[in-house]
């Protein structure tokens, strides 16, 4: 049963077949838990020359695209599935909102997903108004197009989705599901030059590994990401062992 549809709007449609079938996102693909279809808006020109970008008004540097053969590209990725309102078309930009996991923990229940991948120098503004639902942003830089981008969306959406991973625990304790970032995690062999596996975890006492791996996590998070830890509301026992750490880091 399909649970998700990705439509990625893009002018290398291998660039995202081919990545997209590796790893978590290939064996959701594989197994019909996902699906994925690719739209060149080259596909939606009418000159010879296939042109979807131009000189931006105004002038300056780059090139802009065009509104037309992308919204014809969407149109037809619309018409795929009858399914309206569970849909959504996102814009892959830097200006964007910033993606987190409660983004795409509410992402994941959508039926159908349109990705845009931009290139150039940007996209007629027009068609981010009018055709997309809302822009999203991996990060504070700038890359060269929206393929990767739209790529690392499809990965953290899919390994959400039941069934995708061997291990359903193991989307639950990634990091930042919790607000926080992962705990250390160790294997074979028990020691390494000087640094052996910590006691707890050799122990068998799940309480006591589940309360260390708690602590690691909250410690990570003040010593890594503090934002983080700023934007959660610690109960008693997180708040004892945070202390905990700090003084035993001390």
């Given at each position: ?47 010879k020359h296939k ?152 122990s068998g006492n ?45």
């Open positions: 049963m399909v649970l998700m549809r990705f439509d990625v709007v893009t002018l290398f449609p291998e660039m995202v077949t081919t990545a997209a079938s590796y790893g978590v996102t290939g064996r959701a693909l594989e197994r019909n838990i996902a699906t994925l279809a690719v739209w060149n808006p080259r596909d939606y020109t009418y000159d042109t979807v970008d131009d000189r931006p008004y105004g002038g300056g540097p780059g090139m802009v695209m065009k509104y037309q053969p992308l919204h014809d590209a969407v149109t037809d990725a619309k018409k795929i599935t009858t399914v309206t309102e569970n849909r959504k078309v996102i814009c892959l930009s830097p200006q964007g909102k910033p993606i987190t996991q409660d983004l795409l923990s509410k992402a994941v229940k959508l039926s159908q997903l349109i990705l845009i991948a931009g290139r150039y120098e940007g996209i007629d503004e027009r068609f981010v108004e009018l055709d997309c639902d809302d822009e999203w942003s991996i990060g504070d830089y700038v890359i060269s197009g929206g393929e990767l981008a739209a790529l690392i969306v499809i990965d953290a959406i899919t390994r959400l989705l039941p069934g995708v991973l061997g291990d359903a625990e193991s989307a639950v304790q990634d990091s930042h599901v919790s607000g926080l970032l992962d705990c250390p995690h160790f294997t074979r062999p028990e020691q390494l030059e000087a640094c052996s596996v910590p006691d707890v975890l050799m799940h309480a006591d590994i589940a309360r260390w791996r708690m602590k690691q996590a909250l410690g990570r998070t003040w010593q890594r990401r503090p934002d983080l830890l700023k934007k959660k509301n610690l109960n008693a026992e997180q708040e004892h062992l945070l202390k905990e750490f700090i003084v035993e880091l001390n």
